[in-house]
């Protein structure tokens, strides 16, 4: 069964790489015009990001927003999407061919302007400031209250991306799980299909695993497939999982259908070694680096925001501590260390760095 499309914007004059599908149980029509989950297991190089890239080509809109540190969401900037949105951290500057927008001023009319919006971790100064980018995104995705067509969602590397939420967020692993299982539910009320890949079929979750309405198997070397789905090797023979080539896959649907596929690998998609940064000239220049805020950490603007309060309100202690939901300890640290600042160095750097205007102004603390 060779899958077909209805494409839009500069991808209709351009050949579009196809999906190939022999049914080994059952058969099933898929639906490519309503927002499905698609989850691909396979190792390293064995295709899942290009298998992914192909099925991206064929939805109206492209949001790819979680890739590896190789920056391989760049690829699509010499793909036959013309209309591309780079969207980067607040603190970084880009010079590029292509519209560029700060994660803070991106709009969901902006958003949903462009065929293409993609995202990579060197637009990002730190771990935090990528995950908080990905927190506005979210927020963006949930204001879609009505849609034509679905938009598809493409998250690489699954198991990294709920790392690292516990590793900026200060999250549990369950705490992390369970935000990424609501994602997936919601995205498809909101017209998103989901992409995600694994490496391994126990990296995520069975609940994560059980939302899939379409699981694609690659090279998956000698691990083989997990007990619960073991079944499928009665029309899928053990060995053909090992050593498949990057354009092969079988597929098992939450109908329990399973077949055996094969794709065009995406001409487009990243070659190992390639720097894309320089091949597309694209050069991000970051200044200071501005601490942002979560449960355990006080950031830059929340310290500035305490600052004025104290200082321009003239607010007490306890009653900025209401106001920012900080404890008054908290908030007199803080009064502390903005002086120690301006002492040591005759500037506080937090207040600096988001220009707050109370840099160099020395606190006397007389309201508690």
């Given at each position: ?111 949903n302007s462009y065929e293409c919006v993609l995202t990579v971790p060197g637009f990002y100064s730190t771990d935090h400031e990528l995950w908080n980018a990905l927190e506005t995104f979210t927020g963006l995705f949930k204001k ?68 899939a309405d379409y699981t694609y198997l690659k090279d998956l070397s000698y691990v083989g497939v997990s007990k619960d789905i073991s079944f499928i090797y009665k029309y899928v023979h053990p060995r053909s999982f090992a050593g ?122 007389k309201r508690r």
């Amino acid at each position: 069964m060779v899958l077909n499309y209805k494409v839009i914007g500069s991808r209709e004059t351009c050949e579009i790489p196809e999906i190939r599908i022999d049914w080994k149980r059952g058969w099933e029509k898929i639906d490519w015009n309503k927002a499905k989950h698609h989850l691909c297991v396979g190792q390293r190089d064995s295709g899942k990001s290009a298998l992914g890239e192909t099925i991206a080509m064929h939805y109206p809109q492209i949001i790819d927003i979680y890739g590896s540190s190789d920056q391989e969401g760049l690829a699509w900037c010499r793909s036959p999407i013309e209309e591309i949105l780079l969207v980067v951290g607040d603190n970084c500057d880009l010079n590029a061919s292509w519209n560029v927008t700060k994660i803070g001023d991106l709009t969901f009319t902006e958003m949903n302007s462009y065929e293409c919006v993609l995202t990579v971790p060197g637009f990002y100064s730190t771990d935090h400031e990528l995950w908080n980018a990905l927190e506005t995104f979210t927020g963006l995705f949930k204001k879609r209250i009505r849609f034509n067509n679905p938009s598809f969602l493409l998250i690489r590397e699954a198991s990294n991306f709920l790392y690292s939420r516990i590793g900026t967020k200060g999250d549990t692993g369950k705490d992390a799980k369970r935000e990424f299982i609501r994602f997936q539910r919601e995205m498809r009320h909101f017209g998103y299909s989901l992409f995600v890949d694994s490496i391994r079929w126990t990296s995520i979750d069975r609940e994560m695993r059980d939302l899939a309405d379409y699981t694609y198997l690659k090279d998956l070397s000698y691990v083989g497939v997990s007990k619960d789905i073991s079944f499928i090797y009665k029309y899928v023979h053990p060995r053909s999982f090992a050593g498949l080539g990057p354009q092969y896959f079988a597929i098992l649907t939450s109908k329990a259908n399973i077949g055996l596929g094969d794709f065009d690998y995406p001409q487009f998609h990243k070659i190992p070694g390639e720097d894309l940064m320089q091949q597309f000239d694209i050069r991000p220049e970051f200044g200071d680096v501005i601490e942002l805020s979560d449960s355990q950490t006080v950031g830059d603007a929340e310290h500035a925001e305490m600052m004025k309060l104290y200082i321009e309100d003239e607010l007490s202690m306890q009653r900025v501590a209401a106001i920012v939901n900080r404890s008054s300890g908290t908030v007199m640290g803080h009064i502390n260390r903005h002086n120690m600042g301006i002492a040591r160095k005759k500037v506080c750097m937090k207040c600096k760095r988001v220009n707050s205007g109370f840099e160099t102004t020395w606190i006397d603390k007389k309201r508690r």
